[in-house]
């Protein structure tokens, strides 16, 4: 079975650019997550959705964040426009069940410059 | 202060020694607690998963819970080169904090042969 798929795994971009990020979770995995982490951190929470719901986007800058997951499958997740700060990894995970075990993709790495 | 805090490290062992992670959380509403391992540019893997205070083992990985403590463990067993990784605990609440992990900051570990 495939784990959760993100892409690209690399990107590397001026600032004021815009950027996106795509993730394809675990097949039959309802729930999808967003995740940033800083060099030396753990990440944190960006983004819950349930099927194509955003149950929760506290943590989300919406000022020049984004995200979307039509269909409830796919999702994607754009910044515009970048800052300096941004760069870090941008993580995915997906979820299925009470437990709510959450499976990670390996992530994307963003640099901007 | 943050919700979960763990030593840093980094802690480097010999090959074959016992290793303890820990972390410490001041939100009493946490009931689960989980251990994930990331090896560089890679996402975070799940190890270990419980709900309940007291100890559960899984082959050379044994995870502690001490409630009335707020504090968690991770033991590792006869240590090998392969476990060299960042450590990452992560708690999740329940009711309206279900779904949200909130993680450590990490402990990077290296296992010298």
């Known amino acids: 079975e495939a784990g959760v798929v993100q892409s690209p795994r690399y990107k590397i971009i001026e600032k004021k650019q815009p950027v996106a990020f795509w993730c394809n979770p675990i097949s039959g995995h309802n729930t999808l997550y967003w995740y940033l982490q800083n060099l030396g951190q753990g990440p944190e929470l960006l983004i819950r959705?349930?099927?194509?719901?955003?149950?929760?986007d506290s943590q989300l800058p919406k000022d020049r964040f984004s995200a979307e997951r039509l269909k409830g499958v796919d999702s994607t997740l754009k910044i515009q426009p970048a800052e300096l700060g941004d760069s870090a990894v941008y993580l995915c995970?997906?979820?299925?069940?009470?437990?709510?075990?959450?499976?990670f993709g390996a992530g994307t790495r963003l640099s901007v410059l | 202060q943050k919700e979960v805090e763990q030593d840093p490290g980094p802690l480097s062992v010999p090959e074959g020694a016992i290793v303890s992670l820990n972390c410490t959380y001041s939100n009493s509403a946490f009931q689960y607690f989980m251990w994930y391992r990331q090896y560089s540019r890679k996402g975070p893997e799940l190890l270990m998963y419980?709900?309940?205070?007291g100890n559960k083992e899984d082959g050379r990985f044994t995870a502690q819970v001490d409630k009335s403590s707020k504090y968690i463990s991770l033991f590792i067993r006869d240590s090998q080169p392969s476990d060299s990784a960042t450590y990452l605990c992560a708690m999740q609440g329940g009711g309206t904090s279900y779904g949200k992990l909130t993680f450590g900051q990490g402990t990077i570990l290296t296992v010298h042969p």
């Open positions: 959705y349930e099927n194509e719901e955003a149950v929760d």
């Open positions: 419980t709900y309940s205070s």
């Open positions: 995970a997906s979820s299925l069940g009470v437990e709510n075990i959450q499976y």
